[in-house]
DNA sequence: TACTCATATGAACATTGTTCAATTTAACTC
DNA sequence: GAGTTAAATTGAACAATGTTCATATGAGTA
């Protein structure tokens, strides 16, 4: 018996169009936001029906949300590549990929993050909890850098410490209000951690 | 000749609609999220046909838009009620106002940042203005905190600070993910401030 | 080839934002 | 107060968009 199962044909069309689909639309957000995005847009332009992205994706929430796990996943992948010798600069090294992932793609964050559910129904708890993984990537260096402080508190401080820099990053990239340039968000970002890893007694790398 | 024009009946009416229009709009927003608002249920509650509502607005993002304009007035209002006797004592006041309005209004907030315009229009200036206005608060007791600084440092200060607020805040009242409770993200607010103050190199309060 | 059933289709439907010709009504004139 | 005018109101019709489902298609199978 064989367990390896061979993709038939129409797997592979199901797979190819899946994708497609995932692709169209995720351009379609990063290019010109959620907002923008339309079942028979993403439909024709992948060249099937509005029917089988319904069959594929259950609805259009569905869609969404598969592309937010996919940036969530790709934001984690970048995050995880951060050097992580030296904890100090490891610290600086994620706050500051994460401005340049939040600043190469603002529409699909926007989207992880803006997006709400229709009626009431909950917001999909893996993208949330992946979302939390991905802020408590801080925890590992701080850790090293802080060797007596009890683990739940790092724990707790590693959210903090990301979620500010969330806020100030996704603030400081809103558009029009007096334009934060993105040389200068990078500046604020370092200050920032500068003043507040002071506070923590940990010595800042400048 | 009298420039204090009284009030018309017309005008009257009109005022009372537009007000109950935003009353409804509102209600709706705070109860069941922005998703929820639909153009026909205002009209039903209002007691009034959907093209009233475009009289007055103009389209529905108008309604929203006021919704959002009110929403940062009744914060900037809160905020200025915070005691400025003890400027370390009005940063934790600032901080802890804004969650406890965020907290309060989670929903009218949401729709405050979440918002966003049909095609690429641009969000409108004068309520970004506001928001950054209020972020601004935090500027007279660094000021005071940090008299040899740089007033430019101190005012991109004040917003950083802010914006860290409004991230830990903002993500720790996001629904599911672990709930973390009121209490404890006071606690959470007031630890981080602690820090943050203390790199500063103020002496913070406890 | 013939048969079966999963999948794809797209017209029809449901919901919701938007418009505008017709109607109502406040304000004004005499 | 009746008539006139202009502005506000109405709601049916329209437009845009999410959703469904009876039917058609085509891959798998004997």
Redesign the interface.
Known sequence: MNNVQEESLRDQKKNRRRRQILEIARGIIAA?????LKVRDVAEAVGCSVGSVYNEFGDFDGVILTVNRETVQALTARLRGVPAEDPVRQLYGLAETYLDFFAGHANLL?SL??H?????R??P?DI??M??DA?ALMHPPLVRLLPDADDVKIA?LS??LF??????I???L?????AVPPQMLRQ?IE??L???????GILPLR
Chains 1, 2 share one sequence.
């Open positions: 010109k936001g959620l907002r923008s926007r993050f803006e709400r559910m229709e009626d009431d909950p917001y708890d949330l909890q979302v939390m802020f707790l959210r903090t979620s500010a820099v969330h806020g100030i996704s603030l400081g809103e558009e029009r209000m007096v604020q200050q920032f500068d003043v507040h890893l002071k506070g923590l």
